[in-house]
């Protein structure tokens, strides 16, 4: 296992529902936005313990990719109307089908910019023409831009063994190119962990449209 497949593994193994339950209020937002466009598939990659495919999944069919086993068999027994599959979010597969819609919260931040455009990429082969994306990531607004080590334009090592990509409003055009941006946003966002304790983030939102 690689150590960064290790990293998540050991921190649902010993953190298990890291984040807590509630799903994040961008999830509901995303919901919201959805519903009036006859939605009715909704794919997640990097979907954790389901906290926040459990905001889709009673009215959309969900499916979602996840990188930890462990947090895969946390969302069985958290949101089992979900169908989350063990996999690489970053692995572009033919789908079955095209998804109407996808929601991707703060993990396109965890990525330099190759894995960035290759997970953009594979969100958008899975989404039909015309399909929705909801994604979020860590703000250039946030304290902790500019901290620690300059990986690239943008991502930095902010804490020991940890790095990321936060993003400005710039950025969101540069990576979903193949899409309409409808809207764009940036939130504080508060989560509350079992070991990090009290954490506030900003972060930026988008909500675009697969041209199509
Ligand atoms: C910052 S967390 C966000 C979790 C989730 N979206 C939530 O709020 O509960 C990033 C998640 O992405 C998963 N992950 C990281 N890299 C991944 C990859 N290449 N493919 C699929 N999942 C991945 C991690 O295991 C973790 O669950």
Redesign the pocket.
């Given at each position: 296992m690689r150590t960064y497949e290790q990293y998540?593994e050991r921190r649902f193994g010993s953190e298990g529902m890291i984040?807590g339950t509630e799903p994040?209020p961008t999830a509901w937002k995303a919901r919201e936005l959805f519903l009036p466009h006859n939605v009715r598939t909704v794919f997640v990659?990097?979907?954790?313990?389901g906290?926040?495919t459990k905001a889709f999944s009673r009215e959309f069919i969900v499916e979602g990719?996840?990188?930890?086993e462990t947090?895969v068999k946390l969302a069985s027994e958290w949101d089992p109307d979900s169908e989350i599959r063990c996999g690489?979010?970053?692995d572009d597969r033919e789908p079955d089908e095209f998804c109407d819609a996808v929601y991707c919260?703060?993990?396109l931040h965890?990525f330099l910019e190759p894995e960035r455009r290759k997970l953009v990429a594979a969100c958008l082969n899975r989404l039909r023409p015309g399909g929705f994306l909801y994604f979020t990531g860590f703000s250039d607004e946030d304290p902790c831009n500019g901290r620690g080590e300059s990986l690239e334009p943008g991502t930095y090592r902010y804490k020991e063994g940890k790095y990321a990509h936060f993003f400005s409003e710039k950025d969101w055009a540069a990576h979903f190119s193949g899409t309409d941006i409808l809207e764009t946003g940036t939130l504080h966002e508060s989560l509350n962990g079992a070991a990090e304790g009290k954490h506030d983030y900003i972060l930026r939102t988008m909500f675009a449209r697969k041209k199509g």
């Open positions: 998540w984040w994040s990659p990097g979907a954790g313990y906290r926040n990719v996840e990188l930890s947090a690489s979010a970053l919260y703060d993990l965890l």
